[in-house]
């Protein structure tokens, strides 16, 4: 049986708004954290000009497996085994990066490191976009999502919202500057950054 998430249901078409327009000149995607598999079985469907890859922990890649299989879609990738703490990530190079509702569940420390991660695989002109609960200068954006990350912090493995600054500046960092900031339904939002040109001269 494949997995199924309600939420995924309700936020792709959104989505999907945004990216057709930021991942417009991309070929190559990697998807970090590609969960139950749905987002990018209808992401590969509705933009077919993407190869669309995607990537989660070994211990979901039967259910990703799943909807990739039901959905034959030329253009979609079946999933590497990704862990944005390793030093060497098995995508060297990708137009575009994609993940949703992840930078909440990770603790700080890996969001950091996937930061890293980007740095080296995202190429010239390359395009993040990522989907999810933010704060904005410190504070909830409603009580919705004050008490969601009350439930994430009670697991104790330093879950938790992420403030919009704090992962703003590790974009700038590695060269991103942000293009949209997005709102979404159930007060998320679709953050896109644009990796310029760097001069090393």
């Known amino acids: 049986m494949k997995p199924y998430s309600e939420a ?35 992401f590969a469907r509705h933009l077919p000009h993407l190869a669309w890859q995607t990537s989660d922990l070994a211990e979901h890649h039967a259910g990703i497996n799943a909807w990739i299989t039901e959905a034959a879609l ?3 990738r079946a999933p590497v085994a990704l862990d944005v703490r390793a030093e060497s990530w098995p995508v060297p ?32 002109d390359g395009v993040l976009a990522v989907y999810g609960p933010f704060n904005y200068g410190g504070r909830f954006t409603s009580p919705s999502n004050a008490d969601f990350d009350t439930s994430l912090r009670s697991r104790g493995v330093g879950s ?17 500057t942000l293009e949209r900031d997005v709102a979404m339904p159930a007060n998320n939002r679709t953050l896109v950054w644009r990796r310029a040109r760097r001069d090393f001269s």
């Open 8 to 42: 995924c249901e309700r936020n792709q078409g959104p989505i999907l708004a945004v990216l057709r327009e930021a991942f417009s000149r991309a070929r190559t995607v990697l998807e970090i954290g590609s969960g139950t598999g749905q987002h990018a079985v209808h």
């Open 74 to 76: 030329d253009n979609l």
């Open 93 to 124: 190079s990708a137009d575009a990066v994609f993940s949703a509702n992840t930078l909440h569940i990770m603790d700080w420390g890996a969001v950091q490191a996937l930061f890293r991660g980007l740095d080296r695989v995202l190429n010239v």
């Open 160 to 176: 938790g919202l992420r403030d919009f600054e704090a992962v703003n500046a590790l974009a700038l960092d590695i060269g991103l």
